[in-house]
C-alpha cells in the first residue's frame, strides 16, 4: 500500500505480474520477497559481469531484452546490488533492460590503478555513474538511487526515482549543526570521523553494518543469510576507504579531488531536478531523512511522492520490491 501526494493527476498502479522470467546468464532463482524472516528472498544474480568504465572495472548485474528502455539501480551505504534482486525480475518481465552496477568500495568493483585516490564525495561517483554508461553506450536511462546524475546531467536521465526524496548538498550545508535529535540518528558519522571510527568499521564491518540495517529498517526482519549475501560485497579492498572518506568530505574534515570543484559547486547550489521524477518513502524509515514537503519544490518536472506502507524502512526496494518497480515503470510512462 502507499499513499500519494502529486503535482498531477494519479493514476491507479497497474498489476504486475510476479513470476520471475528466464533471464538467460542472469537467471534468478527461485524465491519469494517479503518484509520478515519467513518469506525473505534468497534469490541470487547469475554471473557477474565486468567492464573498465572510467577509473573502474565495474561489476554488474544485467537482465531484460537488449532492445528495451534501459534502466539502471544504484545502491547506497550499507547495501549493495541485492537490494534489487526482487525488483530486477518484475522489471525484466515488463520489458526493461536492467543493470546493476557495484559501486566503487563494493563487490567486485576494483580500480584499475593502485594510484587512485580513493575518493568518496558525491561528484566522484556520479563520474563514475556516466562512464558506467559511456562505457555501455547507454545514452540514456531511468535511474534510480541517483538525484546527481539528474542535476548534473539531466539529458541522460530518462526519469528519476528517489527514494527519501531531494539528496543532494555540499561541505557548507554538512557544516550546518542540526537539531539535537537529528544529530543523535548521525551518531556513526561522528564515529567514522575518528580513527577509532575507521579502524572500529574495519574491524567490525560485518556487525557494524548489520546493525545499521537493523536501525534503519527496524519492522525489517530479514534473516542472516539475506544480511549475509549482502556483506559479501563490504569486503572489497577499497570497501572501508570509500565509506570514511564520504562522510569525513561531507563535514569538510577531508579533502576532495580539485578536478571535481565544478561539479561540487553545482550540487552545492541545491539544483531544481526538472526530469519527471517520482520520490519514496517507507512509512518505518529509521535513517535520517527529510519530511517530503520540505523537497517536493526541487522538482520542477512531473513529480509524485509517495508513502509506502506497511512498516517499510530505509532499504525500500528489497522491503517493497512491487512498490519500488512499479515507480520505475511509472515514472518511465511520464
Known sequence: MFRSISKTPFFALAIIALAAPALGANNLATGEPGNDDTTASHKSFGPIKQINAGLLNVGYAEAGPTNGTAVILLHGWPYDIYSFVDVVPILASAGYHVFVPYLRGYGSTRFLSDDTIRNGQPAVVAVDVIHFMDALKIDKAVIAGADIIAALWP??????VSVSGYLIGGQASG??????????QWWYQYYFATDRGRDGYDKNRHDFDRLIWQLAS???KFDNATFDRSAAAFDNPDH??????NYRWRLGLAEGESKYDDLEKRLAQSPVIAVPTITLEGDANGAPHPEPSSYAKKFAGKYEHRTITGGIGH??????PQAFAQAVIDVDRY
Open 155 to 160: 539529458e541522460r536521465c530518462k526519469g528519476l
Open 175 to 184: 557544516k550546518n549543526p542540526l537539531p539535537p535529535a537529528a544529530e543523535f
Open 218 to 220: 527496524p519492522k525489517w
Open 240 to 245: 572501508v576507504a570509500i565509506v570514511i572518506h
Open 315 to 320: 532499504n525500500l526496494p528489497q522491503e517493497a
